[in-house]
T-cell receptor
């Protein structure tokens, strides 16, 4: 199994530009999660999907952030326009099965730097 | 509200000595508890979890954790530390109810000296 795949691994952009982060979950998993990690705020859950449907987006910081999951094997997290304070490592994770007992498996992350 | 506390930002231990990384939680209902490890510039890797059953849970790389309901704790342990265990360790909790969210602690940096 290839695990959770994220692209790009590194992204450097300028303030005001649109950024799109991509995630391919583990095949067969029905939950997908987007997290952000910073030194100041630690690991934060942004949004999660079940069967491609957004379930909880209460962690999305503001309207500049949006996430989609058009099918079971692909999700995007978009920031438009980007700001320097969005600089962080963004992780995607996926899991399968029974609520509350399923283990989340994380991708390697995308390190975003907004200049 | 669900919460997790990792009271130590850093734990230092000599190679070969036992190690403990502490975690306490607050949750309504039965807790589901997890430990993850993060090596530099890598994603989080699952170590072990407690759902129900035996209070002592064994996981990857020789780690184990003890669930203590009365103390609401889930401390991570290993009998003999290795230099390669040096990493950032996260405790997480998922409470009862409809949510599938994991609430993560702030992380504890484990440094194992040779």
């Amino acid at each position: 199994d290839a695990g959770v795949i994220q692209s790009p691994r590194h992204e450097v952009t300028e303030m005001g530009q649109e950024v799109t982060l991509r995630c391919k979950p583990i095949s067969g998993h029905d939950y997908l999660f987007w997290y952000r990690q910073t030194m100041m705020r630690g690991l934060e859950l942004l949004i999660y999907f079940n069967n491609n449907v957004p379930i909880d987006d209460s962690g999305m910081p503001e309207d500049r952030f949006s996430a989609k999951m058009p099918n079971a094997s692909f999700s995007t997290l978009k920031i438009q326009p980007s700001e320097p304070r969005d600089s962080a490592v963004y992780f995607c994770a996926s899991s399968f099965g029974r609520q509350g007992t399923d283990t989340q498996y994380f991708g390697p992350g995308t390190r975003l730097t907004v200049l | 509200a669900q919460s997790v506390a990792q009271p130590e930002d850093q734990v230092n231990v000599a190679e070969g000595n036992p190690l403990t990384v502490k975690c306490t939680y607050s949750v309504s209902g039965n807790p589901y508890l997890f430990w993850y490890v993060q090596y530099p510039n890598r994603g989080l890797q699952f170590l072990l979890k407690y759902i129900t059953g035996d209070n002592l849970v064994k996981g990857s790389y020789g780690f184990e954790a003890e669930f203590n309901k009365s103390q609401t704790s889930f401390h991570l342990k290993k009998p003999s530390a290795l230099v390669s265990d040096s990493a950032l360790y996260f405790c997480a909790v998922k409470g009862g109810g409809a949510t599938n969210k994991l609430i993560f602690g702030t992380g504890t940096l484990l440094a194992v000296q040779p």
